[in-house]
Every structure is written in structure tokens, then in C-alpha cells.
């Protein structure tokens, strides 16, 4: 059953809303953690991820690993700013980094919505120090004054 059709069973907006968090959460989410760490030698730009496994919309599939990584997408980004970056995978295999606001906290960074039919694997916050601007897919995420952390997810969070 579609998430549409689930949506419009309820007259009020709290429970279509709830009805369809429980379905996303349960029928798509990571099975087994991505291991997210920052790319192999010459891809340190990147983000590596685990072999996996996930599910979307309740059919499972596996990600096979990648050392050398994914690119990060994304304006740039100032610093002294927090900016969280989203890592999901479609029922490809395709994995797809979106790009969070800025922000001058960690706290007010937030993650940016997960694109339609994607699985969450995790996330990398990036902390810019550097006294210049990150670029995202260019800036190695080991060089000085970049903080990355790195989050695996089973389910998009609440915030």
C-alpha cells in the first residue's frame, strides 16, 4: 500500500502524519550498519561505506562495500559553520550525499530531507575550522581545521 493511499485513511493531519512515520520507519530503514568512515588514500574527499544491508518500501537489498567512496554534494561551506550531510542509497545501489543548512552550532545544524524512495545509511557532520571555505567532494575531510563525524542510522531520525 502506498503512503498516499495510507495518508488519506486518516481525517487529521496528527494522525496521517504519525501513520506515515511508523510505515516509513518500518518498511525502510538499514538492516546492518554502513560503517561510514572517510574514503582510502586519494579519495579522502569521499565518504566509504561498509557492505550492508537495507530495506525500502519492505524489500530488502545489499550494498556491497566502497572504500574509495562517494562524493559529498553541496554548496560550500563557510567557516566556523556545522553542516550535516546525508548518506542514503536507492534500490540501485545508487548512494546519494544531501547536503544539511549550515549552521554556527551543532545543534542547529539539521539534516535535510531524505530524497523519495532512499534508504538512510547515516550521516557526517563536518565542523569547518579551517579559517577558509569546505568544499564539498574537493575539501579531504582529514585536513586540518575539518572535523567530520561520522553517524550510522537505522531510520531517519525525529530531530
Request: contains cysteine; aromatic residues 8%.
Given at each position: 500500500?502506498?503512503?498516499?493511499?495510507?495518508?488519506?485513511?486518516?481525517?487529521?493531519?496528527?494522525?496521517?502524519?504519525?501513520?506515515?512515520?511508523?510505515?516509513?520507519?518500518?518498511?525502510?530503514?538499514?538492516?546492518?550498519?554502513?560503517?561510514?568512515?572517510?574514503?582510502?588514500?586519494?579519495?579522502?574527499?569521499?565518504?566509504?561505506?561498509?557492505?550492508?544491508?537495507?530495506?525500502?518500501?519492505?524489500?530488502?537489498?545489499?550494498?556491497?562495500?566502497?572504500?574509495?567512496?562517494?562524493?559529498?554534494?553541496?554548496?560550500?561551506?563557510?567557516?566556523?559553520?556545522?553542516?550535516?550531510?546525508?548518506?542514503?542509497?536507492?534500490?540501485?545501489?545508487?548512494?546519494t550525499i544531501t547536503a544539511g543548512?549550515?549552521?554556527?552550532?551543532?545543534?542547529?545544524?539539521?539534516?535535510?530531507?531524505?530524497?523519495?524512495?532512499?534508504?538512510p545509511l547515516g550521516y557526517v557532520?563536518?565542523?569547518?575550522?579551517?579559517?577558509?571555505?569546505?568544499?564539498?567532494?574537493?575539501?579531504?575531510?582529514?585536513?586540518?581545521?575539518?572535523?567530520?563525524?561520522?553517524?550510522?542510522?537505522?531510520?531517519?531520525?525525529?530531530?
Amino acid at each position: 500500500m502506498s503512503t498516499t493511499l495510507i495518508r488519506n485513511a486518516f481525517k487529521w493531519e496528527e494522525e496521517r502524519t504519525a501513520v506515515e512515520f511508523l510505515h516509513n520507519n518500518f518498511l525502510t530503514h538499514c538492516l546492518t550498519s554502513a560503517g561510514l568512515t572517510i574514503g582510502a588514500t586519494g579519495h579522502k574527499a569521499k565518504v566509504a561505506n561498509a557492505a550492508c544491508h537495507y530495506a525500502i518500501n519492505g524489500v530488502i537489498y545489499t550494498l556491497s562495500a566502497n572504500a574509495n567512496g562517494t562524493a559529498l554534494a553541496g554548496g560550500v561551506q563557510a567557516t566556523g559553520t556545522y553542516c550535516k550531510y546525508l548518506v542514503s542509497v536507492n534500490a540501485s545501489g545508487t548512494v546519494t550525499i544531501t547536503a544539511g543548512v549550515p549552521a554556527s552550532t551543532a545543534t542547529e545544524a539539521t539534516l535535510p530531507a531524505l530524497p523519495s524512495a532512499n534508504c538512510p545509511l547515516g550521516y557526517v557532520q563536518i565542523y569547518n575550522n579551517s579559517g577558509s571555505n569546505f568544499t564539498p567532494g574537493t575539501t579531504d575531510l582529514d585536513a586540518s581545521g575539518i572535523t567530520a563525524t561520522y553517524v550510522n542510522l537505522m531510520v531517519m531520525p525525529t530531530e
